[in-house]
């Protein structure tokens, strides 16, 4: 059974750092596009970065490029999200998800189950 489960969201305060990391299994995920996205209440689930490993793409929402930075670790079975600089408006839960198609939420066929991040002013 395919499984993403997150780790590493909790409180900080604003210009901390966070990493995220999102463990698979279940299954071989080599050459999947792998995502972070994030959801604040009332609002729908938004891409933050996306990867996959077997051609190096990386994808990053402008509102965190030079902050965060997407990697994985195929031998592993893991992607993480380092997360720096962090700023108030990044407050929200996590979601990892993996998609064969591409990284966009359409495409994303498993989820984790979320992990809180809150950043305090």
């Known amino acids: 059974q395919e499984q993403l489960v997150e780790s590493g969201g909790g409180l900080v305060q604003a210009g901390d750092s966070l990493r995220l990391s999102c463990s698979l299994s279940?299954?071989?995920?080599?050459?999947?596009?792998m995502a972070w996205y994030r959801q604040t209440p009332g609002k729908t689930r938004a891409l933050v970065a996306g990867?996959?490993?077997?051609?190096?793409?990386?994808y990053y929402a402008d509102s965190v490029k030079g902050r965060f930075t997407i990697s994985t670790d195929v031998s592993e079975n893991i992607f993480y999200l380092q997360m720096n600089n962090l700023k108030p408006e990044d407050t929200a839960k996590y979601y990892c998800?993996?998609?064969?198609?591409?990284?966009?939420?359409?495409?994303?066929?498993?989820w984790g189950q979320g992990t809180q991040v809150t950043v305090s002013s």
């Open positions: 990867t996959r490993a077997t051609d190096g793409r990386i």
């Open positions: 279940g299954r071989d995920f080599s050459g999947w596009h």
């Open positions: 998800g993996v998609g064969w198609r591409s990284w966009y939420k359409s495409n994303i066929e498993y």
